[in-house]
């Protein structure tokens, strides 16, 4: 037979449907596959080897008994582990959070059991996705599989590791700044935050919620899609959520097609701090659409420029207060509760032993931004370039279809290379973070390797709200012209484990 | 702390002019809290009424219930507030063990309502206007026991157990506009505004605002200013006032506690105070080293809320008559005076006065028995008037009996007795107890004929044209028949037979 | 814009509920100041004539109906506490308001 683990989303889904395969065997074969190349990767913080073989052996009886599987039954995923899971450990990579078993399920985690996902465990990342490399995981740092020196993004660093190192072939992160497309794009794979608010946030632990969405992190866009659609919809659960269906991802990423499609290139994301090779396989990437039929033009958008500084007040702000519930009283860690000790400064101590440097700094750093005297320059001033940025987009879709950029300026930077210095960690999100400050829906594929360091590239395609199937019209055509080109998928470049 | 001597209250108000600012909390009373779907219902189990949104789980989210903004929006036409056509929720961080997520959702600039005004009437019947400055929506927070201290206090204990059942129940907070000109009568007014405000919350059936259960709080905020002043001088805040009385006597003391600070030179010192009800003292809170900075900032987990202008017209037209509207209606159409309409106020007596009427008894009737046998009865066994086992209809039944005849007086009584016993309904009080009025004529004649005879003396009297003196064979016949007669009757066959107009 | 100082730093740090220590608190003075020396571009617009985004989409009354679901047991409640007593979770003494 041949390596399960190989296989893409919608291959499993078929054969365990059509009977080729059973659920059990494909949970074997991930399981096995895990407890043989984790351990260099580090990619999951907790595998839950009991209920996934529960739930595999469930969809076997299913399928026994003749019942009708869903689009995704039987098929592995690994869930990032900020999203609650009831009965399994949630930490979000904090050791404030060790230990710590949910009471209940987000409403993600609920839609994949609803759909018959087998669910393998939870990943690894930057504690309370505060980061872009993974290495502020209190658990440790997550490696790149093309590179095991390098890190694999953040903070979403454990999910796109484990698709990469074919530990699942799905898996869920959350995007607040580009922690999905990031990882995405050093890793090789395809990630995707949706719309705001065309996924449920409920049970997901909030790091900032005006800009937190969960999405699929897939080695194809036909999966990417496929875990789109299960996980999408609204929510009565979470006021944010829209009450409109979720666009057609899947018909969109089975009829990849570019033809009559205007593409704007934005202008701003590129020049100083981009990575030459980068820039390449960009440039010929948007040459490729426009050998595919799409019409492509330059756009700006000025005020971009001003996207880092914005979030870097407005997420900070959200997570300061997000964070005041970490307080010892009710779950998670407790410090100094030896009688001599109040609450307060119990609170206090916990606090300053369970949360690493990158969550104080930004705790620290809203705290600051929303302090009276400091709101109307900072936070105030952040939420007004809010609105240019949203109105910089508005502009440019009332010109072009798509937007395109590099998803991150430069390839897998070395493990520990940016650990000392947080503005240069923070470039990483350049180019993703306006997407989550206007809301709107944004891609990341493949588009090659870095000449210079024959790592992945990532280009990011960015649709207007509620146009997420747009993206995946676009990927779907990049990734079979790509694949056309290339012979075979870019992930098969990657050094085996 | 120094102990500072009062000063006494009218000199107090020779040289100062007091500037008030209440803040009420009113806990609405719907099914569930203002933010998750668990029950409000009180007494339950500890922590049996808590979910991942009202305990703060990691992940969890809020989502409004639409009966608080409901009750918000009625509370604020009530007041005579504008409705804000858009307005959000805001995030007011403070850490706090009995606050799940160490912020309290609330709002902050703007309310859902502001820029109203409640008529209050004073003991004298004079009206004096507050104007209020907003009302808005929050949730209330957990409940600390606290263990290991001196009666329950937080001073001392050594640890303290947290009972999350009454976090996220929806608050509204009621800020009036600085209560300027009521010199003298400043307690007395914080103390008019606070139980008509309680009226006017009851009436729109928002909540109980039972203050003893905690349904109603009050913070009093004061200051002085010397006669002629027109800036504020510092305000003291004292925290949960919880009772009428309470506030009137916060007030009073603080009024007392600051003339004698300024007279000594001294400066008030802007601070949370409690009020003690034993003594009816203030004393301060625990000084923070640091101002408070809430940090206030739009909550992102809810969106806008923008009641539109149909819907709150819509609500205006359904509220019921204001309670000083209404008690002014029903003195007028009692015919009583200010100061019984005042009594019967007091007595928690108005409700069940209308809803007698409305069951048919005469109003005077009515009033006669809530405020006579029945105020007595509550107020010996210590319950309210409501609390009583007898309702309107009951009692409106009684008065019913007593009109047609079938009762008189006393017998009513002693039917009001049996049914406050639990013999059942009046009817079967009646039955029970054998209680109708002797109506049978020739029982009775015969009955006066026998106490003519017995009391020749007293008959020879009235022959002669001493009519008072009838009362003395009223009273004999009466007896006679144990009380089950009609004692008008008795009269008029006593003259009758003693050939004497009545 | 001014800079930060380790003084505004504990401050913050206090507010934060965070007990650095105290060359944490140098360490982050250092970072601080420079990050929200990047940071302060965007008071570039403060005196513009823009309204502030507070959240990414033009949703109003979101509401649901006053009705009661299933609350969590209470077993489930304190599943996570660090001590309870009573079914209560215990915390230790709170100093604050009597
Ligand atoms: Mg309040
Ligand atoms: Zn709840």
């Not at chain 2, 006494?8 to 040289?15: F, G, I, Q, S």
Request: glycine content about 10%; hydrophobic content about 40%.
């Amino acid at each position: 037979m041949a390596d399960l683990t190989r296989l893409t989303a919608a291959q499993t889904a078929e054969m365990i449907a059509s009977g080729e395969v059973t659920a059990v065997e494909v949970a074997e074969a991930h399981l096995a596959r895990i407890e043989a190349v984790d351990e260099k990767v580090h990619a999951f913080l907790h595998i839950d080897r009991e209920g996934a073989l529960a739930k595999a052996r469930e969809v076997d009886e299913k399928r026994a008994r003749g019942e009708r599987l869903g689009p995704l039954a039987g098929v592995p995923a690994a869930v990032k582990d900020l999203f609650t899971t009831e009965g399994v450990p949630t930490t979000v990579g904090s050791k404030i959070l060790e230990g710590w078993i949910p009471p209940y399920d987000s409403t993600v985690v609920r839609k994949l059991k609803e759909a018959d996902v087998v669910i393998l465990g939870k990943t690894n990342m930057d504690e309370f996705a505060m980061g872009s490399s993974t290495e502020n995981s209190a658990y440790g740092p997550t490696g790149n599989p093309w590179d095991l020196t390098r890190v694999p993004g953040g903070s979403g660093g454990g999910s796109s590791a484990a698709i990469t190192a074919y530990e699942a072939p799905l898996a869920l992160g959350t995007d607040t700044g580009g922690s999905i497309r990031q990882p995405a794009a050093v890793t090789g794979t395809v990630g995707v935050k949706p719309t705001y608010g065309g996924v449920s946030r409920y049970g997901m632990v909030a790091f900032s919620s005006s800009l937190d969405q969960a999405g699929p992190c897939a080695r194809t866009v036909l999966d990417a899609a496929l875990l789109h659609a299960v996980i999408g919809g609204h929510d009565e659960l979470d006021s944010t959520s829209i009450d409109q269906p979720v666009p057609d991802v899947v018909a969109a990423a089975r009829n990849g097609d570019v033809a009559g499609l205007r593409v704007g290139v934005v202008t701003e994301f590129r020049g100083e701090g981009y990575q030459a090779g980068v820039l390449q396989r960009v440039d010929e990437t948007v040459e490729l659409l426009r050998e595919l039929g799409a019409e492509v033009v330059e756009v700006s958008c000025p005020s971009f420029t001003k996207a880092l500084a914005a979030y870097y007040l407005i997420a900070p702000s959200e997570c300061s207060s997000n964070l005041a519930r970490f307080d010892a009283m009710r779950y998670g860690l407790r410090v100094g509760d030896d009688g001599t000790h109040s609450a307060e400064e119990v609170t206090a101590l916990t606090r300053e032993a369970g949360f690493g440097d990158e969550v104080k700094r930004r705790v620290m750093l809203g705290t600051y931004a929303l302090s009276s005297g400091y709101y109307d320059a900072y936070y105030g001033s952040a939420q007004k370039v809010r609105t240019l940025i949203t109105r910089d987009f508005e502009r440019a879709f009332g010109e072009v279809d798509v937007l395109v950029s590099p998803t991150t300026p430069t390839t897998a930077f070395p493990i520990g290379e940016r650990t000392d210095d947080p503005m240069a960690m923070y470039l990483a999100d350049l180019c993703t973070i306006p997407s989550n400050l206007a809301g709107n829906a944004a891609m990341s594929v493949p588009c090659g390797l870095a000449p210079e360091d024959g790592l992945p590239v990532g280009l990011q395609i960015i649709a207007p709200a509620m146009a997420d199937d747009c993206l995946y019209r676009v990927g779907a055509a990049l990734e079979a012209a790509h694949q056309a080109r290339w012979g075979h998928p870019l992930l098969e470049e990657a050094p085996s484990l | 702390m120094t102990v500072t001597e009062l000063v006494p209250y009218e000199e107090a108000l020779a040289t100062y002019d007091p500037v008030m600012g209440l803040e009420v909390h009113v806990e609405l009373g719907t099914a569930t809290k203002m933010f998750c779907g668990c029950s409000t219902t009180l007494g339950a189990d500890a922590n049996s009424q808590t979910c991942p949104t009202c305990l703060g789980l990691p992940g969890a989210l809020p989502v409004v219930n639409a009966t608080g903004v409901e009750s918000a929006v009625r509370i604020g036409l009530a007041l005579h507030c504008e409705i804000a056509e858009w307005c959000r929720f805001a995030r007011k961080n403070y850490f706090y063990p009995d606050m799940p997520k160490n912020f309290q959702t609330s709002q902050y600039d703007e309310p859902i309502a502001f820029d109203g005004y409640l008529d209050v009437q004073l003991e004298d019947g004079e009206i004096f206007r507050v104007e209020i400055e907003r009302a808005h929506m929050e949730e209330d927070t957990g409940k600390s026991t606290h263990i290991g201290g001196a009666t329950g206090r937080i001073h001392g204990a050594s640890h303290s157990l947290l009972d999350y059942n009454r976090a996220g129940i929806p608050l509204i907070e009621i800020v009036t506009k600085p209560i300027e000109g009521a010199g003298e009568r400043a307690p007395e007014v914080a103390k008019a505004y606070v139980a008509e405000l309680r009226e006017l919350i009851k009436a729109l059936g928002v909540s109980e605002a039972r203050m003893e259960m905690g349904q109603m709080r009050c913070d009093v905020n004061l200051s002085l200013r010397p006669k002629g002043e027109r800036s504020f001088g510092t305000r003291s805040e004292t925290k949960n006032v919880n009772s009428l009385r309470s506030v009137e006597r916060a007030a009073r003391f603080e009024v007392q506690r600051h003339a004698a600070v300024l007279d000594a030179g001294g400066k008030i010192v802007q601070e949370t105070r409690h009020f003690h009800e034993d003594d009816g003292s203030t004393t301060p809170g625990r000084v923070k080293e640091e101002a408070e900075d809430y940090r206030y900032f739009p909550e992102p987990d809810l969106v806008p809320v923008a009641p539109s202008r149909e819907w709150v017209e819509e609500l205006r037209a359904g509220l019921p008559e204001l309670p000083r509207v209404r008690r002014n209606r029903l003195r007028e159409e009692w015919g009583i005076s200010q100061h019984e309409m005042q009594s019967v106020l007091n007595a928690g007596a108005v409700g069940l006065i209308v809803a007698t009427t409305d069951a048919g008894a005469p109003a005077d009737q009515a009033r006669k028995w809530w405020m006579g046998e029945l105020a007595r009865r509550a107020n010996e066994s210590g319950t309210d008037l409501a609390d009583l086992p007898i309702g309107p209809e009951d009692v409106a039944r009684v008065c019913a009996l007593v009109a047609e005849g079938s009762l008189n007086d006393k017998l009513a009584r002693q039917v009001i007795e049996g049914v406050l016993d639990g013999e059942g309904a009046p009817d079967e009080v009646v039955e029970k107890r054998g209680l109708k009025v002797v109506s049978d004529e020739g029982a009775l004649g015969a009955a006066v004929d026998e106490a003519i005879a017995g009391n020749a003396a007293v008959a020879e009297k009235i022959r002669g044209g001493k009519v008072q003196a009838a009362g003395a064979l009223v009273g004999a016949v009466m007896k006679a028949t144990r009380g089950q007669a009609d004692a008008a009757r008795v009269r008029e066959l006593i003259l009758e037979k003693l050939g004497v107009e009545g | 814009m001014p800079g930060i100082s380790r003084e505004e730093v504990a401050h913050l740090a206090r507010l934060a509920r965070l007990e650095l220590k105290d060359e944490e608190l140098d360490h982050f003075a250092g970072q601080l100041d420079d990050i929200i020396g990047a940071v302060a571009t965007v008071s570039d617009v403060a005196n513009e004539d823009v309204p502030p985004t507070s959240h990414p989409l033009p949703l109003t009354n979101v509401m649901r109906p006053d009705t009661v679901r299933p609350s969590l047991t209470p077993q489930q409640a304190l599943s996570g506490a660090p001590a309870q007593e009573q079914q209560r979770f215990k915390v230790p003494q709170i100093l604050g308001e009597d």
